[in-house]
């Protein structure tokens, strides 16, 4: 399932959690592993199913127009046991995507179902081709 990509990173230079969609594919190559190595995982590094601080450099992958949409991978071997749990994955992509703001996520129009609510309502996104659409499969919808 395309959802559970890992798309959020944290750059240890600017100490700042990035989104694969932010910049184009080489530059993350450039940042990541074998490289400058200061892209890395956002949860190792954050203690979530490592011990805090844990370094591990980034790969990009993927490819615009692609089978598989950009994304950041671990380099082999140094993913945690079990790799990431997939709400973790989708936690910290909707937290991302309630940071950057509306503009970011979809309408309510691209958006397949919501339930939950009146005030609040969960809203399952749309799959897009789209390198920069959000990747959270979640967005909440507050009115």
Excluded at 15 to 41: A, K
Excluded at 67 to 90: C, D, I, K, S, Y
Excluded at 109 to 118: F, R, Y
């Amino acid at each position: 399932m395309q959802d559970d990509l890992l798309v959020v990173g944290f750059d240890l230079e600017t100490r700042t959690e990035v989104h694969i969609g932010d910049r184009p594919l080489e530059q993350w190559r450039t940042l990541g592993y074998g490289r400058r190595e200061t892209v890395v995982c956002f949860y190792c590094w954050h203690g979530i199913g490592a011990p805090a601080a844990t370094k591990v450099p980034l790969l990009a992958r993927g490819r615009i127009g692609g089978l598989v949409r950009p994304h950041f991978a671990h380099p082999a071997n140094m993913a945690p046991p079990g790799g990431h749990t997939q709400e973790t994955v989708w936690h910290i992509n909707a937290k991302h995507c309630l940071a950057v703001g509306p503009a970011a996520c979809p309408t309510s129009a691209e958006c397949g179902w919501s339930s939950g609510p009146s005030s609040v309502t969960a809203v399952r996104t749309s799959t897009s081709s789209s390198p920069t659409a959000p990747v959270s499969p979640w967005r909440l919808s507050v009115s």
